[in-house]
């Protein structure tokens, strides 16, 4: 096994309102056009990335346009390792307007992998979140050509005012 994924993060998170033709511009875009990654052990003022399970080892760096996910899986002999990045995203939101009925969020990203199959999870929480399955969803990304979008929206998110807004990517 020798993964190395190239994944894009040109992140874009926006609020919208359930109702038709009430969207907002987005309020988060990475769209990692400079040469450094800024990066955060706590992700609240920049990425950070792990992995867990098997014995991977995990980069992120920064590209022209884009940053590679870098993984090493040529060591975990039982095939169970699993790799995150990790943002807060929201320090720009109003979190006022995500509270009240009917606004969601709506989490993109552009990617393409260098092996497939594979699969890519899409996930958004708050600091309170405990059903971490709540606000995930999955994607299968059948070739490794193409550039693919996967986006989510959130359904009934508890987001409120003073809370810190996460995206994930595993």
Known sequence: MHPKYIMPICAMIE???????NRLSAQFIDNFDTPIIQQDSTAINGW????????ATM???PRSGF???LVDATHDKRGIWWA?????????????RLAKPNYELRIEARIRSSHAPKRVNLHVNTQRT???HSQLMEFDIADT???HTI???????????????FANWL
Do not use: E
């Open 48 to 55: 950070t990335y792990y992995t867990g399970d098997g014995l």
């Open 15 to 21: 609020f919208f309102s359930i109702v038709p033709d």
């Open 130 to 132: 405990i059903d971490f």
């Open 145 to 147: 050509v193409s550039w």
């Open 84 to 96: 995150l990045i990790r943002r807060r995203v929201s320090a720009d939101f109003n979190l006022a």
């Open 151 to 165: 986006s989510m929206t959130t359904r009934q998110f508890d987001a409120q005012p003073g809370d810190s807004i």
């Open 67 to 69: 940053a590679s996910i």
């Open 59 to 61: 980069d992120l760096m």
